[in-house]
Antibody, heavy 119, light 112 residues
Framework: QVQLVQSGAEVRKPGASVKVSCKAS????????IHWVRQAPGQRLEWMGW????????IYSPKFQDRVTITRDTSATTAYMELRSLRSEDTAVYYC????????????WGQGTLVTVSS | QSVLTQPPSVSGAPGQRVTISCTGS?????????VHWYQQLPGTAPKLLIY???NRPSGVPDRFSGSKSGTSASLAITGLQAEDEADYYC????????????FGGGTKLTVL
């Protein structure tokens, strides 16, 4: 079945950057987008942005616009999310999810990657 | 603060029916954008439950149903089972400057 497998947990100090990967399998990677969603402890889901894997175009949430970059490697069927200038409030589980446009549903989701920001 | 408002919690006994509301505005649900629902079991990733207001993906029991009217949407669960205890989130698109994709604040369902 369609699967998204994310990289493992990360610990970073404030001000650093983190790059999370999302490996897709068992479907045509370039026919779908990948969205990134995060969830701080006990908090709601928060959309960060998406990449059209066909043409590489990206759209970011205004909240993260100046700190996030989403890329993809079509040969590796992998998407990446890099978040810079980390602060303690960025401690969260980061999910990738397959979808089409931002108006559409996301299915499936990756297992999540815990990013902890602590000095 | 979420653009889409959900009750923090709902509860019901096994076999009962519960509904979870998702209230939006004229820039999201009221503008005609579809609503999607996700189930998140403790410690796991969200799972798509309902897409495009009232459609179930393959494998989702027909005990789960969705509806939409005006600026609100609802998720109904009939024949409650213990394994339905989870967090439920609605999702829609927002055409304002808030951020395009919006999730509700989530609703914790407790099966008594």
């Amino acid at each position: 079945q369609v699967q998204l497998v994310q990289s493992g947990a990360e610990v970073r100090k404030p001000g650093a950057s983190v790059k999370v990967s999302c490996k897709a399998s068992r479907y045509t990677f370039t026919s779908y987008a990948i969205h990134w969603v995060r969830q701080a402890p006990g908090q709601r889901l928060e959309w960060m942005g998406w990449i059209n894997n066909g043409n590489g175009n990206t759209i970011y949430s205004p909240k993260f616009q100046d700190r996030v970059t989403i890329t993809r490697d079509t040969s590796a069927t992998t998407a990446y999310m890099e978040l810079r200038s980390l602060r303690s409030e960025d401690t969260a589980v980061y999910y990738c999810a397959r979808g089409f446009r931002p108006k559409d549903s996301f299915d499936p989701w990756g297992q999540g990657t815990l990013v902890t920001v602590s000095s | 603060q979420s653009v889409l408002t959900q009750p923090p919690s709902v509860s019901g006994a096994p076999g009962q029916r519960v509904t979870i509301s998702c209230t939006g505005s004229s820039s999201n649900i009221g503008a005609g954008y579809n609503v999607h629902w996700y189930q998140q079991l403790p410690g796991t990733a969200p799972k798509l439950l309902i897409y495009d207001n009232n459609n179930r993906p393959s494998g989702v029991p027909d005990r789960f149903s969705g509806s939409k009217s005006g600026t609100s949407a609802s998720l109904a669960i009939t024949g409650l089972q213990a394994e339905d205890e989870a967090d439920y989130y609605c999702q829609s698109y927002d055409s304002s400057l808030s951020g395009y994709v919006e999730f509700g604040g989530g609703t914790k369902l407790t099966v008594l």
